[in-house]
Protein backbone atom coordinates (compact mmCIF):
# COMPACT_ATOMS: atom_id res chain seq x y z
CA UNK A 1 0.00 0.00 0.00
CA UNK A 2 1.31 3.66 -1.19
CA UNK A 3 1.55 6.66 1.07
CA UNK A 4 1.63 10.27 -0.74
CA UNK A 5 4.46 12.77 1.18
CA UNK A 6 5.86 16.27 0.53
CA UNK A 7 9.37 15.44 0.19
CA UNK A 8 12.57 17.18 1.33
CA UNK A 9 15.49 16.08 -0.93
CA UNK A 10 18.51 16.40 0.92
CA UNK A 11 22.23 15.34 0.67
CA UNK A 12 22.07 12.78 3.82
CA UNK A 13 20.03 10.00 5.29
CA UNK A 14 17.58 10.48 7.55
CA UNK A 15 17.70 7.23 10.15
CA UNK A 16 14.06 6.06 11.76
CA UNK A 17 14.22 7.14 15.78
CA UNK A 18 16.82 9.82 14.47
CA UNK A 19 16.22 13.53 15.59
CA UNK A 20 17.34 15.97 12.92
CA UNK A 21 17.65 19.74 13.09
CA UNK A 22 17.16 21.49 10.06
CA UNK A 23 17.48 24.91 9.14
CA UNK A 24 14.79 26.45 6.62
CA UNK A 25 15.54 29.18 3.96
CA UNK A 26 13.99 28.31 0.52
CA UNK A 27 10.37 30.05 0.06
CA UNK A 28 9.51 26.03 -1.31
CA UNK A 29 9.91 24.34 1.97
CA UNK A 30 9.31 27.10 4.40
CA UNK A 31 5.65 26.47 2.69
CA UNK A 32 6.60 22.62 3.42
CA UNK A 33 6.98 23.19 6.74
CA UNK A 34 4.13 25.47 7.23
CA UNK A 35 1.60 23.41 5.34
CA UNK A 36 3.09 20.11 7.70
CA UNK A 37 2.90 22.30 11.11
CA UNK A 38 -0.78 23.65 10.17
CA UNK A 39 -2.10 19.96 9.36
CA UNK A 40 0.36 17.62 11.46
CA UNK A 41 1.40 15.34 8.75
CA UNK A 42 4.60 13.73 8.23
CA UNK A 43 7.00 14.61 4.93
CA UNK A 44 9.71 12.57 3.38
CA UNK A 45 13.26 13.62 3.51
CA UNK A 46 14.54 12.13 0.57
CA UNK A 47 18.14 10.67 0.21
CA UNK A 48 20.06 12.81 -2.81
CA UNK A 49 23.57 11.76 -3.73
CA UNK A 50 24.74 12.80 -7.10
CA UNK A 51 20.83 12.19 -7.65
CA UNK A 52 17.74 11.33 -6.49
CA UNK A 53 18.65 8.03 -4.80
CA UNK A 54 15.03 6.79 -4.69
CA UNK A 55 14.81 6.02 -0.70
CA UNK A 56 14.37 8.22 2.22
CA UNK A 57 12.81 8.38 5.36
CA UNK A 58 9.47 9.48 6.99
CA UNK A 59 9.96 12.28 9.50
CA UNK A 60 7.63 14.51 11.62
CA UNK A 61 7.72 18.13 12.63
CA UNK A 62 8.93 17.52 16.90
CA UNK A 63 10.10 21.16 17.73
CA UNK A 64 10.39 24.60 16.02
CA UNK A 65 13.27 26.37 17.85
CA UNK A 66 13.51 29.32 16.17
CA UNK A 67 11.07 31.93 13.78
CA UNK A 68 13.18 34.49 12.24
CA UNK A 69 11.69 37.88 10.57
CA UNK A 70 12.49 37.02 7.26
CA UNK A 71 10.62 33.81 7.73
CA UNK A 72 13.19 31.30 8.09
CA UNK A 73 12.97 28.65 10.54
CA UNK A 74 15.08 26.30 12.81
CA UNK A 75 13.39 22.99 13.52
CA UNK A 76 13.69 19.42 15.12
CA UNK A 77 12.21 16.60 12.67
CA UNK A 78 12.45 12.69 13.91
CA UNK A 79 12.68 10.00 11.36
CA UNK A 80 9.85 7.33 11.35
CA UNK A 81 9.99 4.94 8.63
CA UNK A 82 12.30 4.10 5.54
CA UNK A 83 10.30 3.92 2.34
CA UNK A 84 11.13 3.86 -1.28
CA UNK A 85 10.11 6.36 -4.04
CA UNK A 86 7.34 5.24 -6.44
CA UNK A 87 6.64 8.36 -8.02
CA UNK A 88 8.20 11.78 -7.89
CA UNK A 89 6.15 14.90 -8.95
CA UNK A 90 8.03 18.45 -8.77
CA UNK A 91 6.40 20.34 -7.99
CA UNK A 92 3.27 18.73 -6.15
CA UNK A 93 -0.19 20.43 -7.77
CA UNK A 94 -0.26 23.65 -6.21
CA UNK A 95 2.31 23.61 -4.24
CA UNK A 96 5.50 25.36 -4.28
CA UNK A 97 8.00 21.93 -3.63
CA UNK A 98 7.88 18.23 -4.78
CA UNK A 99 6.22 14.99 -3.70
CA UNK A 100 5.24 11.93 -4.42
CA UNK A 101 4.33 8.24 -3.66
CA UNK A 102 6.30 6.09 -1.42
CA UNK A 103 6.21 2.62 -0.42
CA UNK A 104 7.56 2.16 3.18
CA UNK A 105 10.68 -0.90 4.30
CA UNK A 106 9.53 -2.91 6.87
CA UNK A 107 11.78 -3.02 9.57
CA UNK A 108 11.93 -6.60 11.27
CA UNK A 109 13.66 -6.45 14.50
CA UNK A 110 14.58 -9.79 14.27
CA UNK A 111 18.34 -10.49 15.74
CA UNK A 112 19.75 -12.50 19.23
CA UNK A 113 22.00 -11.80 21.97
CA UNK A 114 25.43 -13.52 20.62
CA UNK A 115 24.41 -11.21 18.01
CA UNK A 116 23.96 -8.69 20.05
CA UNK A 117 26.74 -9.14 22.06
CA UNK A 118 29.24 -8.34 19.19
CA UNK A 119 27.43 -5.60 17.99
CA UNK A 120 27.34 -3.92 20.97
CA UNK A 121 31.47 -5.03 21.39
CA UNK A 122 32.19 -3.43 18.37
CA UNK A 123 30.33 -0.33 18.45
CA UNK A 124 31.73 0.56 22.19
CA UNK A 125 35.16 -0.22 20.75
CA UNK A 126 35.40 1.94 17.79
CA UNK A 127 33.57 4.69 19.37
CA UNK A 128 36.03 4.79 22.19
CA UNK A 129 38.92 5.21 19.42
CA UNK A 130 37.25 7.73 18.21
CA UNK A 131 36.82 9.61 21.65
CA UNK A 132 33.46 9.65 21.63
CA UNK A 133 32.46 10.92 25.17
CA UNK A 134 28.76 9.37 25.63
CA UNK A 135 27.65 5.65 27.13
CA UNK A 136 26.15 2.92 25.30
CA UNK A 137 22.73 1.95 26.52
CA UNK A 138 22.50 -1.47 24.79
CA UNK A 139 18.51 -1.64 26.09
CA UNK A 140 17.72 0.82 23.88
CA UNK A 141 20.77 1.03 21.00
CA UNK A 142 19.64 -0.38 17.39
CA UNK A 143 21.75 -0.64 14.68
CA UNK A 144 20.19 3.14 13.63
CA UNK A 145 21.51 5.10 16.95
CA UNK A 146 24.78 5.33 16.17
CA UNK A 147 24.96 4.63 12.27
CA UNK A 148 26.07 8.63 11.73
CA UNK A 149 29.54 8.24 13.65
CA UNK A 150 30.96 5.55 12.67
CA UNK A 151 32.42 6.52 9.37
CA UNK A 152 30.20 4.92 6.82
CA UNK A 153 30.09 6.45 3.88
CA UNK A 154 27.17 8.09 2.51
CA UNK A 155 26.48 5.09 -0.33
CA UNK A 156 26.84 2.68 3.06
CA UNK A 157 24.38 4.55 4.94
CA UNK A 158 21.85 4.25 2.03
CA UNK A 159 22.46 0.24 1.93
CA UNK A 160 21.65 0.64 5.32
CA UNK A 161 18.70 2.41 5.52
CA UNK A 162 17.40 -0.46 2.71
CA UNK A 163 18.07 -3.22 4.91
CA UNK A 164 14.88 -4.40 6.34
CA UNK A 165 15.55 -6.81 8.78
CA UNK A 166 17.82 -5.57 12.35
CA UNK A 167 19.97 -8.47 12.53
CA UNK A 168 21.01 -7.78 9.04
CA UNK A 169 21.79 -4.45 9.62
CA UNK A 170 24.08 -5.09 12.82
CA UNK A 171 25.85 -7.81 10.76
CA UNK A 172 26.16 -5.38 7.97
CA UNK A 173 28.02 -2.56 10.65
CA UNK A 174 30.21 -5.73 12.35
CA UNK A 175 31.58 -6.17 8.95
CA UNK A 176 32.09 -2.31 8.92
CA UNK A 177 33.73 -2.29 12.40
CA UNK A 178 36.24 -4.77 11.65
CA UNK A 179 37.53 -2.93 8.63
CA UNK A 180 37.41 0.75 10.35
CA UNK A 181 38.99 -0.64 13.54
CA UNK A 182 41.82 -1.85 12.59
CA UNK A 183 42.76 1.55 10.39
CA UNK A 184 41.65 3.82 13.06
CA UNK A 185 43.83 2.32 15.72
CA UNK A 186 46.85 2.64 12.63
CA UNK A 187 46.14 6.24 12.79
CA UNK A 188 46.27 6.82 16.70
CA UNK A 189 50.06 5.25 16.70
CA UNK A 190 50.70 7.20 14.07
CA UNK A 191 49.67 9.80 15.89
CA UNK A 192 51.18 8.76 19.07
CA UNK A 193 54.66 8.80 17.17
CA UNK A 194 54.13 12.35 16.15
CA UNK A 195 53.28 13.94 19.16
CA UNK A 196 56.71 12.29 19.99
CA UNK A 197 58.64 13.57 17.74
CA UNK A 198 59.63 10.86 15.62
CA UNK A 199 61.63 9.59 19.15
CA UNK A 200 61.00 7.03 21.05
CA UNK A 201 61.51 7.59 24.85
CA UNK A 202 62.28 5.89 28.12
CA UNK A 203 63.36 2.36 26.06
CA UNK A 204 64.87 -0.72 27.51
CA UNK A 205 68.34 -1.14 26.52
CA UNK A 206 68.93 -3.80 24.63
CA UNK A 207 71.60 -6.50 25.44
CA UNK A 208 73.45 -9.11 22.45
Known sequence: MSTYLPFFPLKL???????????????????????VEASGASFGVCAYLDKL??????VTLEKVYKRY???RLDVQTKGKRAFKILSFHNPMEGKLYAGGEVEFIE????TNAVQNHEFIFYL???????HYPNEIDPSTT???????????????????????????RMEYLIRHFKRIIPVVK???????????NGHFKNLDPLNF
Open 124 to 130: KELLYLL
Open 13 to 35: IAFPGEELNLHIFEPRYRELLAD
Open 142 to 168: TSFTYAHKVGLKLEEELELLQIEEEGK
Open 69 to 71: EDG
Open 107 to 110: NIPV
Open 186 to 196: SIERAKEIIRQ
Open 53 to 58: SGFGTE
